[in-house]
């Protein structure tokens, strides 16, 4: 009767860490369309004759690079990769705090394009509480 407890246990606890990963990966590829829309900002801006300058360029390029290896990370991370839990886990800390410090530059930026780069970055807030929760629940 013993292991049908435990089996039951660790089955809710894996179907629970498979929910929590599922609402990770939904939150990255929320970041990703996100990224993307900021994208096609810039590029509707270009297009209409307005400044977009080389900042707003790389980093609306980038990020939703960023976002398919994050989503890659976290794929493995659900498959049970402790690695790349980890990295995810570094990543999703250090990334809203890098994008908004950055953002927060004087002239780097207009504060339109720094203010879509924060709403960006909310689901990859949302990732790092996620995976906190995962880790004090492990």
Do not use: E
């Amino acid at each position: 009767m013993d292991t049908n407890a435990n089996t039951t246990s660790d089955s809710a606890r894996g179907s629970a860490l498979a929910f929590g990963f599922g609402r990770t990966k939904n939150s990255i590829t929320v970041f990703g369309a996100l990224s993307a829309a900021a994208l096609v900002a810039v590029i509707a801006l270009a297009s209409s004759g307005h400044s977009a300058n080389t900042f707003m360029w790389v980093r609306a390029v980038l990020l939703p690079v960023v976002a398919v290896l994050i989503h890659r990370l976290a794929v493995s991370a659900a498959r049970g990769s402790r690695r790349a839990f980890d990295r995810l886990r570094a990543l999703a800390v250090i990334m809203p705090i890098a994008i908004v410090g950055v953002d927060l530059i004087p002239g780097v930026c207009p504060p339109w394009y720094a203010a879509m780069q924060a709403v960006c970055v909310l689901p990859v807030v949302r990732v790092a509480l996620l995976l906190r929760a995962a880790r004090v629940a492990r």
